[in-house]
């Protein structure tokens, strides 16, 4: 029998319970062990749960408790999680843990310190929730250069711009129905603003290139200015517009990015709605692969860290190679990243007066629409566009990956 503790009874906390007692036999089968869940940590009771019965107050308990073999985290937060876990792998205890802010602000800290005490910590629940991502990085995809991310990181994002896409509603009318329904937070900033989508291209940019990205360092654009009028126009155009998390490398620099993106009827992407997660991978030697699936919710996500849990125990006493320094990768600067543009400026602006300007653009029309003209660039640096705009009154500009 492999015990194991669970820190935090949340919505995650209770579903990795409930995985593993609704799925148990199965389970134990893939582990090759009985998995027996010790204890759970948690500062709250939770008076007729039958959690009752093994619901402690105090970490030191699992920490001294040397029959407790693996440690799943999901209290969410960098602290006190990153201390409980740095315990619990110096004590000769694997980690598991669907959080994504620790993953990324010490993810390659605690690698570190499970491959000295012979132990492993596993993250895969951190992007993607149910979607398998990390694993087929760091084991199934060996063989290439991933020189491309593009990933729907955020399941509340993609609910919202899809419900503006398909009702014409507003961004402000959609997150309220968003939070009623239960899919964003009362404060919403995390998701909406693109901090969330940030850290999970942070960790799979660190996975790629083997160094250390900090999410910091990385620009990041939400979903707080994309109005109704917007998809009106993307329409026209049969593309649709989604939040992307992006890294690619262009020329061994490597660009990473969040924000909305133009993506046209074709992209692997475009067919990711709702709360789904997409996540589309270029190797130079596979060329694209993409993983899609629930990106979040109590069950799907318990399942990546039950697989986890799975994977620490079929691993006893052996550290899984994962390539994830502390030495930090240099990102190319924004400002130098070329891509397309979706603008749309105040008054009616001909096209010769835009090509003066940009040089070759096409107009995007929509019929009823006249206070404002919009058009597409096709190719254009950061810098450049944020310097020639200057000759008009900016409505909106989004950027497009239409080729």
């Known amino acids: 029998m492999i015990n194991i503790a669970v820190l935090g009874y949340g919505t995650v906390g209770s579903g990795v319970v409930e995985v593993i007692n609704t799925n148990q036999k199965h389970i134990n089968k893939r582990a090759g ?12 009771e939770f008076p007729g749960d039958p959690v009752e019965k093994i619901l402690v ?33 110096e004590k000769g205890k694997s980690v598991c843990t669907s959080n994504k802010e620790l993953v990324a602000k010490h993810g390659a800290e605690l690698l ?8 492993n910590f596993l993250f895969e629940a951190s992007v993607g929730g149910g979607i398998p991502i990390i694993r087929p990085i760091n084991q199934s995809l060996t063989v290439d250069h991933i020189d491309e991310i593009s990933g729907i990181l955020n399941g509340t994002t993609n609910y919202i711009l899809t419900k503006m896409a398909d009702e014409g509603l507003a961004f402000d009318t959609v997150l309220k129905q968003a939070q009623e329904m239960g899919y964003a937070e009362r404060n919403p ?5 693109g901090y969330d989508a940030c850290r999970k291209i942070a960790i799979l940019t660190s996975l790629v290139y083997g160094k250390q990205v900090d999410y910091e360092d990385i620009y990041t654009e939400g979903i707080t200015e994309i109005t109704e009028r917007d998809f009106v126009y993307a329409k026209a155009m049969n593309t649709s517009i989604k939040l992307l998390g992006r890294s690619i490398n262009i020329d061994g620099t490597v660009y990473a990015m969040v924000a909305p993106f133009v993506i046209g009827a074709d992209h692997c992407l475009i067919g990711v709605n709702g709360v789904y997660n997409g996540i589309l991978l270029h190797g130079d030697m596979l060329d694209n692969v993409m993983f899609y699936g629930r990106g979040a ?5 318990a399942s990546a860290v039950v697989s986890d849990v799975v994977d620490a125990v079929k691993h ?31 008054g009616a602006v ?6 003066k300007v940009f040089g070759e653009v096409e107009l995007v029309t929509v019929e009823d629409i006249t206070d404002e003209t919009a ?12 310097e020639k705009i200057k000759s008009f009154e900016l409505v909106n500009r989004i950027r497009t990956s239409l080729n």
């Open 350 to 355: 001909s096209k010769d007066e835009l090509e």
């Open 189 to 193: 900033e995390a998701d909406v603003c």
């Open 375 to 386: 058009f597409l660039i096709k190719s254009m640096k950061e810098a450049d566009f944020n």
């Open 112 to 119: 570190e310190i499970a491959k000295k005490n012979n132990v």
């Open 33 to 44: 062990k009985e998995i027996n869940v010790k204890y759970v940590l948690d500062l709250r």
């Open 316 to 346: 006893r006493h052996t550290n899984i190679m994962t390539i994830w320094s502390k030495e930090k990768k240099v990102l190319g600067d924004i400002n130098e990243f070329a891509c397309g543009y979706f603008v749309r400026v105040k």
């Open 57 to 89: 107050h105090d970490y030191s308990t699992i920490l001294n408790d040397d029959d407790v073999k693996v440690v799943v985290e999901v209290m969410g937060g960098v602290e006190p999680a990153n201390t409980f876990v740095r315990q619990a792998l």
């Open 297 to 301: 919710g109590k069950l799907p996500t």
